[in-house]
């Protein structure tokens, strides 16, 4: 056949595309955990048996060989017993756009590349900016939360710039980036790529819970100012990675308004909000910031990559425009340049038409319906929290906005410090037995497992099975004589999680 896509193969690519649909789709019939499980040291001997310099075997064969290898391998979002990070099972309708727009490939950075692709995704702006509250706003679609954050602060930088006497080289020493101790990594790194100093990222104190704290975001932007340093933005955040907290955003756009700073919330997790019907008020003063992070690939149940950042004043974006004759050429004599060439808003050149699998998504479920989504996972988590809460066994730790929950194993018997060595070793016997995924994580300096809810079709049966499998892990690891002294990668693979049915005082014999 053809090697590619056009009038000559179609008959074969629909033969080839139904032919992995059907596997797939088999595949999401029957699969019983979210991984196989195997180490890392089988995974890699896998990869490294397959010879890529050898005469091609054929579509079929070479997609037979990535069902094996890729799908008989993967991880499982969508099985009610992932509960790790922030990885969403997808829309349907989502999942069909992306055979489409692969398809086509569509690349959105010029209006002669897309036509129709670029006011589809212009209108998807034009409506989440409007869902914000960024009345007139603008902003593109980027490949994630971490570009979304990069692009904000590169538009925060420059507008500080801009309004400072004297040369780029004299004041970009003296930008500070303002920011909560819970904020997601990528906003320190934003700070290093944009070449700010390395002390410029400044921590600012939280509430209890974690929260950036408006009296403290006050003090600290006094004493920049008196130390003569330039406060460029500050970043807050609308659902952190690790307790899905969501910063007050109204008192802190207050503190930045009343002294020019430029307010980015990252609200990456928590954008989904948005759409709730119940909990949308918990992003009140989102509609005052000055760029804001959304993904659409979290809580909007999206394929990767789908994101955006969208800002107040679209002028703002004109500081990533470059100019290219071959991108943007100056208007034709005699006629206006009337294009709408994306790639003057945007980071990035060639752009996948990620907008959509947002745009099919909307149209097929509708907005109120992913809202109801959004609240059913928070709700799953809240219920995750009370039964967690009552369980002897367990520890828990504060309270979320919205889907994650932090716990640990800790029955009464054992002190602190070997609750704290069972966390990683729960953690890791658990994926190298492929049952059940958690996620661990540090919070000032104690380990803990968490969940991260992002499946609405998942129940709290469900969640309960998961938590007999991290009790019977624990037990089991007790038992294990000098288990709880080992290190993570000292575990033996031998050591899975043994099975929990049945078991006395366990969180589904109380149910």
Known sequence: MPALLGAASADEYSALLHEVVDTIADRFRTVAAPSSGPDGRRLHDLVDAVELDTAGIGCRDALREADRLYAGHTVWFHHPAYTAHLNCPVAVPAVAAEAMLAAINTSVDTYDQSLVAT??????????????GLAGGDGVFTSGGTQSNLQGLFLARERALRDLDGSRRANLPRLRLLAGAAG???VARAALLLGLDEDAVITVDGDVDGRLCPQALAQEMARREAAGDVVMAVAATAGT???GLIDPLAPIARLCAERGVWLHVDAAYGGGLLLSPTRRHLLDGIEHADSVTVDFHKTFFQPVSSSAV?????????????????LNPAAEAGGDDAEPNQVDK?????RRFDALKLWTTLRALGPERLGEMVDAVCDLAASARELLQADADFTVLGRSDLSTVLFRFHPAGIDAASADRLVP????????????MVARTTVEGTPWLKLTL???DSTLDDLTAVLDLVRATGRGLLAGSDLAAQTPAQVPISASAPEPAGMAGSAGARR
């Open 119 to 132: 006011f589809m995704e212009r209108r998807l702006i034009d409506w989440t900016a409007g869902r914000i």
């Open 425 to 436: 070793l729960i953690r890791r016997v658990l994926l190298d037995s492929g049952r059940a």
């Open 241 to 243: 990675t690790d307790r």
């Open 310 to 326: 969208l800002v107040r004043d679209p002028a703002d974006l004109a500081a990533v425009a470059w100019h290219a004759d071959y």
């Open 184 to 186: 997601h990594f990528s």
């Open 454 to 456: 992002l499946n609405p």
């Open 346 to 350: 945007s980071l990035q050149t060639t």
